[in-house]
């Protein structure tokens, strides 16, 4: 018998605490889908969801982030439209430069009334969240 398991991913939403408002870090796509993203990608085979968000981090920001907390799991199975991903989010914290790199075409810093519109996968849903909960404490509802 042959199974089919979602494939599991990080995402990284990275606060610069050296700049006024805290600022978080997005990256704009050089892959399809293209858009605006929060960084982050796959975990690799004998690695740890903890160091493949900070792998991931450094790749596409040139950033060396603090895992802060991990924030939730989002897991739709049309969350990517390539394949079925669930995706371990993580808070983290940086201080530096941003640099785009590995598939980020472009890296940017947005505060919540700047994020751009054009986000890909469910990231539109992930900021809300992380959004309601930075600002007034409240965690997501589950399903």
């Given at each position: 018998?042959?199974y089919r ?9 990275i606060e610069l605490?050296d ?5 978080i870090v997005?990256?704009e ?14 975990v690799?085979y004998?690695?740890s969801?903890e160091v ?6 450094q790749?596409?920001?040139g950033?060396?982030?603090?895992l ?6 989002y ?5 990517d ?5 669930l ?5 983290a914290t940086?201080?530096g430069?941003p640099k785009?790199?590995d598939d980020a075409k472009s ?17 539109d849903?992930?900021?809300r969240?992380?959004?309601q ?7 997501p509802?589950?399903?």
């Amino acid at each position: 018998m042959s199974y089919r398991n979602p494939a599991p991913t990080v995402d990284i939403i990275i606060e610069l605490v050296d700049r006024p408002h805290r600022p978080i870090v997005l990256i704009e796509r050089h892959n399809p889908p293209l858009g605006w993203a929060i960084p982050g990608g796959f975990v690799d085979y004998g690695e740890s969801v903890e160091v493949a968000a900070r792998r991931e981090a450094q790749e596409e920001t040139g950033l060396q982030v603090e895992l802060i907390e991990q924030f939730l799991v989002y897991s739709d199975p049309s969350r990517d439209k390539r394949q079925h991903t669930l995706s371990i989010v993580f808070l983290a914290t940086a201080t530096g430069e941003p640099k785009a790199g590995d598939d980020a075409k472009s890296v940017g810093m947005f505060e919540s009334w700047r994020v751009p519109g054009n986000l890909c996968f469910d990231h539109d849903r992930i900021l809300r969240d992380y959004w309601q909960y930075r600002h007034y404490g409240i965690r997501p509802r589950l399903g």
